[in-house]
């Protein structure tokens, strides 16, 4: 009985730490901005741009995120 107890505690442990991360991640998919003439805050989409650079001969590209100011991409791509 205290093997499922133990065990039933540690999944509730897992599931419970697990969901706050998701949740972070959703908050930063829009980003509220205030209207100055209005005075309303909304959300705007991301703005995403590609970034392109020639190395050693060979032009690659890479996605940026102009809303938040970071990379998209983790490593710069062929083009």
Partial sequence: ???????????LCVATTVLPASATEAVLKSKPVKNTETD????????IVWKFRVNNGVVEKRRWNETIGVWVDPYWIPA
């Fill in 40 to 47: 309303e805050i909304g959300t705007r989409a991301m703005v």
């Fill in 1 to 11: 009985m205290k093997k499922i107890i133990c065990a039933f505690l540690a999944v």
